[in-house]
T-cell receptor, first 113, second 115 residues
Framework: DQQVKQNSPSLSVQEGRISILNCDYT??????FLWYKKYPAEGPTFLIS?????DKNEDGRFTVFLNKSAKHLSLHIVPSQPGDSAVYFC????????????FGTGTRLQVTL | NAGVMQNPRHLVRRRGQEARLRCSPM?????VYWYRQLPEEGLKFMVY????????ESGMPKERFSAEFPKEGPSILRIQQVVRGDSAAYFC?????????????FGAGTRLSVL
């Protein structure tokens, strides 16, 4: 039962353009959402997060949008840079200050020159 | 300001041997989580511990797997009598547990290969 889904296994974007990574979830108890970036042979690195009481959070080139009614969130990266090439994981957690994260299967982003 | 430290980075074991994976959380963090990633999959939660307590072990197989986070020293994930299906990357994460946001910070992982 995949509660967090990233339906696009890969995405290729030209340098300077916008990258949009999507994530859907099914569990309405999730109230906190995070995006992690992962390079090969390294651990996931936290990028940006959003609470369910918000619909947008921005940090530099990264913006996360949350649509609670559609149970959908997206990560926008603009402008995309070659160093952004990595696997991006969406994760969700339930109520409480400390609880497990449920991850999607990841989207591999390739930023081309 | 060291991050989450995991060792060893790579571990090779033969079927039937034991594997011990260690994790030292970030300074000031008292919550530790273990996740497993199989090839081409996302990370799957295994267990969540605080000092000397297991809070949630719902993702950990009932047999052969155990975890601890003693009062002193690192958290240990122990896999007894390893089988080929245990080959995976095992990631540890930590969080302070006191903030409203549950941001978990990950180590570089231990890659377990079972021959």
């Amino acid at each position: 039962d995949q509660q967090v889904k990233q339906n696009s296994p890969s995405l290729s974007v030209q340098e300077g353009r916008i990258s949009i990574l999507n994530c859907d979830y099914t569990n309405s108890m999730f109230d906190y959402f995070l995006w992690y970036k992962k390079y090969p042979a390294e651990g996931p690195t936290f990028l940006i997060s959003i609470s369910s009481i918000k619909d947008k959070n921005e940090d530099g080139r990264f913006t996360v949008f949350l649509n609670k009614s559609a149970k959908h969130l997206s990560l926008h990266i603009v402008p995309s840079q070659p160093g952004d090439s990595a696997v991006y994981f969406c994760a969700a957690s339930g109520t409480g200050t400390a609880s497990k994260l449920t991850f999607g299967t990841g989207t591999r982003l390739q930023v081309t020159l | 300001n060291a991050g989450v430290m995991q060792n060893p980075r790579h571990l090779v074991r033969r079927r039937g041997q034991e594997a011990r994976l260690r994790c030292s959380p970030m300074k000031g963090h008292s919550h530790v989580y273990w996740y497993r990633q199989l090839p081409e999959e996302g990370l799957k939660f295994m267990v969540y511990l605080q000092k000397e307590n297991i809070i949630d072990e719902s993702g950990m197989p009932k047999e052969r797997f155990s975890a601890e986070f003693p009062k002193e020293g690192p958290s240990i994930l122990r896999i007894q009598q390893v089988v080929r299906g245990d080959s995976a990357a095992y990631f540890c994460a930590s969080s302070p547990g006191t903030e409203a946001k549950n941001i978990q910070y990950f180590g570089a992982g231990t890659r377990l290969s079972v021959l």
